[in-house]
């Protein structure tokens, strides 16, 4: 549990600076970089090194908040997880749908959200994980359908059992793979969902921000290159690694309080930036490599 806890702390941090505080009807606001809190990855327990990979549901609540509309088709099919049946592909069709189950209670799609947690059970079960899908969460499904805040929490928790039964079963090579199909299908929706980009907008930095998940959840995947299906997943990523690889970084600097409150320090950061035609390069990088992991065919490992 120990490592666990530091895992999602450097999750908690991650998303700690990029609390928008924006008016619901604008697509595009102001955050701060990540790179202060994200660019070193949590070190502990000798050499062994966690990476922080984001929860699906804080993007889609982000971009939820600044007014972005919820789409329904972007959703992967439910009916399609029972032709999965190669490990490979259950695992990262696992990090989609639960990416999806997300997505459906960000917005307070009930009927979804409900459908969407008995198929991520199901994949579930036949990862042999089920076990961290509880009855206790089915029921709170059930209980807290009218509420979008505790269904977003949910779907949260879900996704955390998940990391933590995967890290303390030793299943790296799972997880790795889920990580990759949460964080494609998050990315996927999200820059699917965006009918009008701004580059000088919090939705603009949100999204070059993600160069650093990449980069630790590129690393985490290059840790675990032995385990089946991790090396042909990372191959397929290099097109997005490109975009990311593209983004100019720039220092700024950063005003923040003491501790005791009484003088302002001056510190140093950086801040990744985006334009039109990255962003236009990254949704075509980011659905691309989506299509491969919803395919039906077996991988070639």
Known sequence: MKKFSIFLLGI???????????????QNGDQDSLSSVAAEPDTDFGQKVFYPIP????????????GVSY???????????????????????????????????????????SSLYQVVSEVAEEMNI????????MKQVKDNLQNRDSLSAIAGK????????????QMEGKLALMSVGGWIESLYITLSSIQDFQE??????????????FGNLYTYLKDHESER?????????????????SLPETKVAKRSKSKD???????????????????EALKIAIADSRAGIISISDPVQ
């Open 12 to 26: 908690g941090l991650l998303f700690s600076c990029a609390n928008p505080k924006q008016e619901s009807n604008d």
């Open 55 to 66: 929860s699906p549901e804080q993007m889609f609540g982000f971009i939820n908040e600044v």
């Open 71 to 113: 789409s329904k088709e972007l959703i992967h099919q439910p009916e399609l997880a029972k032709q999965y049946t190669e490990p490979t592909k259950l695992a990262l069709n696992f990090g989609v749908y639960t990416a999806d189950l997300a997505y459906a209670a960000a917005y307070k799609d009930i009927e979804t959200t």
């Open 130 to 137: 089920a076990q961290m899908m509880s009855e206790v969460l």
């Open 158 to 169: 879900a996704y955390y059992d998940a990391v933590g039964y995967l890290e303390q079963s």
């Open 200 to 213: 000088d907008s919090p939705t603009a930095q949100r999204i070059a921000d993600q160069k650093i998940t």
């Open 229 to 245: 299906g991790v090396k042909k997943a990372i191959s397929e990523l290099q097109a997005v690694r490109s975009v990311f690889a």
């Open 261 to 279: 409150g009484l003088k302002m320090v001056l510190s140093s950061g950086r801040r990744i930036s985006i334009d039109q035609k990255q962003f």
